[in-house]
């Protein structure tokens, strides 16, 4: 199984910040990832998929990159919204696998 | 509008069973194949089950694997997850997901439900 790993686990940013989110895969996965933003009490969004494919309706501050084990997620400008717990997922191969997670916070 | 609402969460005690279900609204339910994915309290996203469109093939985690079984009735847009021999270690907020190409069993999830919680303790 392809096992799915987020850095970091927590980040602390101020409204205005450029962040920045990597996940790694155990193995290639090609451009086959997606990006979710999850807000407390509520289910998960698709903000990123196939590595850099935004999602209708997302805003243009997000962004994604890589190929192969590497993923990048950046919000280039924080907005008050965006504070959220943000997860990868692949879908190379079964089972599909979400990484661990990354919560951003405010400063 | 797309719309998936979840039901049958509750409360059971370890061995018990709950059959979930989620009614799915808004597009072409038998074109898609259909996910249930979990997330223990505080805790992250995991992938339970899918089911592709005309219900013949299904996957499961190896946690609930030979536990839980998924369907489906495409008559009346519905999802099904029947959860036997349940442990605590199974309490979580259950979410079906659609995936976002139709006829692909393996993909991104462009809608989600609300979720449904289900407790397991003694």
């Known amino acids: 199984d392809i096992q799915m790993t987020q850095s970091p686990s927590s980040v602390s940013a101020s409204v205005g910040d450029r962040v920045t989110i990597t996940c790694r895969a155990s193995?290639?996965?090609?451009?086959?990832l997606a990006w979710y933003q999850q807000k407390p009490g509520k289910a998960p969004k698709l903000l990123i998929y196939?590595?850099?494919s935004l999602q209708s309706g997302v805003p243009s501050r997000f962004s994604g990159s890589g190929s192969g084990t590497d993923f990048t997620l950046t919000i280039s400008s924080l907005q008050p919204e965006d504070f959220a717990t943000y997860y990868c997922q692949q879908a190379n191969s079964f089972p599909p696998a979400f990484g661990g997670g990354t919560k951003v916070e405010i400063k | 509008e797309v719309q998936l609402v979840e039901s049958g969460g509750g409360v059971v005690q370890p061995g018990g069973s709950l059959r979930l279900s989620c009614a799915a609204s808004g597009f072409t339910f038998d074109d898609y194949a259909m996910h249930w994915v979990r997330q223990a309290p505080g805790k992250g996203l995991e992938w339970v089950s899918l089911i592709s469109g005309d219900g013949g093939s299904t996957y499961y985690a190896d946690s609930v694997k030979g536990r839980f079984t998924i369907s489906r009735d495409n008559s009346k847009n519905s999802l099904y997850l029947q959860m036997n021999s349940l442990r605590t270690e199974d309490t979580a907020l259950y979410y079906c997901?659609?995936?976002?190409?139709?006829?692909?069993?393996?993909?991104?999830?462009?809608?989600w439900g609300q979720g449904t919680l289900v407790t397991v303790s003694s």
């Open positions: 997901a659609k995936v976002g190409i139709s006829g692909w069993v393996l993909y991104y999830f462009d809608y």
């Open positions: 193995q290639g996965i090609s451009s086959w």
């Open positions: 196939a590595a850099s």
